[in-house]
């Protein structure tokens, strides 16, 4: 079975411009999450997805936004991008909202933004 | 709003000694999750802890839960080279949003051979 999967696995951009990511959750998964983690730093999450729906924000500006499709990909995109939002964005998947047991989030292996 | 810190930042050990990370929130957790993020990798989960008071082990690895519900530790006993990573814990609060995590700072591990 494929794990999550990210395109791309790095991206150039340079100040002002726009950068869109993508995530292809575990096959099955409904809820989508986005993480931005600076180098050396924590995760910090950014947005989660489930159903096609946008269910919670993290404290980030209106310029980073996204979406989930009918087949529960998803896309990230950071509008007007500024050198700190350089950093790794990782998407992870889970299985099902209302069963705690089955909330454990799996990773995919990210996408480097570097802005210049 | 909601943090969940990690101690130590950062330990360097020599390749057999113990190590431990802690991990604090500054609200009730419905339950916690341990990930591992290897240099250059992505999280990757360990175990979820869902009681007051639960410990659950892993071969060298033991992960505690606080009777309060608003701590946590991941003990390593002697240490392999294979261990070095960042360890995050990550809880939800409860009656919170069901699935968002609040991942821990971190504690980034360095094993010595």
């Known amino acids: 079975e494929a794990g999550v999967t990210q395109s791309p696995t790095h991206l150039i951009k340079t100040r002002g411009q726009q950068a869109t990511l993508r995530c292809s959750p575990i096959?099955?998964?409904?809820?989508v999450y986005w993480y931005q983690q600076a180098l050396g730093l924590g995760l910090q999450f950014l947005l989660w997805?489930?159903?096609?729906?946008?269910?919670n924000r993290g404290n980030f500006p209106p310029r980073f936004s996204g979406r989930q499709f009918p087949n529960y990909s998803s896309e990230l995109n950071v509008n007007a991008l500024e050198l700190e939002d350089s950093a790794l964005y990782l998407c992870?998947?889970?299985?099902?909202?209302?069963?705690?047991?089955?909330?454990?989030?799996?990773f995919g292996a990210g996408t480097r933004l570097s802005v210049l | 709003g909601q943090q969940v810190m990690q101690i130590p930042q950062y330990q360097h050990v020599q390749e057999g000694e113990d190590f431990t990370t802690y991990c604090n929130s500054s609200?009730?957790?419905?339950?916690i999750q341990w990930y591992k993020q290897r240099p250059g990798g992505h999280p990757v989960f360990l175990i979820q802890?869902?009681?007051?008071?639960e410990v659950k082990k892993q071969k060298r690895l033991t992960f505690q839960f606080g009777e309060a519900k608003k701590n946590s530790s991941l003990h390593i006993t002697a240490t392999q080279t294979t261990d070095v990573g960042t360890y995050f814990c990550?809880?939800?609060?409860?009656?919170?949003?069901?699935?968002?995590?609040?991942f821990g700072t971190g504690t980034l591990l360095a094993v010595q051979p």
């Open positions: 992870a998947s889970s299985l099902d909202k209302s069963l705690v047991a089955k909330n454990i989030q799996y």
């Open positions: 096959s099955g998964h409904t809820s």
């Open positions: 997805y489930d159903e096609g729906e946008e269910r």
């Open positions: 609200t009730t957790l419905s339950n």
């Open positions: 802890l869902v009681k007051s008071g």
């Open positions: 990550a809880g939800r609060n409860y009656g919170g949003a069901t699935n968002k995590l609040i």
